[in-house]
């Protein structure tokens, strides 16, 4: 069995992390998608009965973007610079 490094436990996590979360705004997103890719009455729907609720797909583009951003670049620098050097 391989020992494993506390930097890349961290790295894993916090990745994992990341990804989650661009997971999640991604689902956050379904309802705009599916109106928008394929709109019908029941989307059209859908999307007027969460706009009562406060539903604002922006929050996800936004916020799910810049994780995803985030955690892409921090794979690349952890795999291009420090896979191996800790």
């Known amino acids: 069995m391989s020992t494993q490094t506390k930097g890349k436990t961290v790295f894993l996590l916090a990745s994992m992390v990341g990804w989650l979360l661009s997971g999640g705004a991604l689902i956050y997103l379904t309802p705009f998608l599916a109106n928008q890719i394929t709109p ?5 729907l859908w999307m007027e009965n969460l706009t009562r609720g406060g539903y604002n797909p922006m929050l996800a583009i936004a916020g ?10 921090g794979n690349a620098v952890w795999y291009r610079y420090l ?4």
Do not use: D, F, K, P
């Not at 896979?83 to 800790?86: A, C, M, S, T, Y």
């Open 40 to 44: 019908s009455a029941t989307t059209h």
């Open 64 to 73: 799910g973007g810049s994780i995803l951003l985030l955690t892409v670049i």
């Open 83 to 86: 896979e191996g050097n800790i």
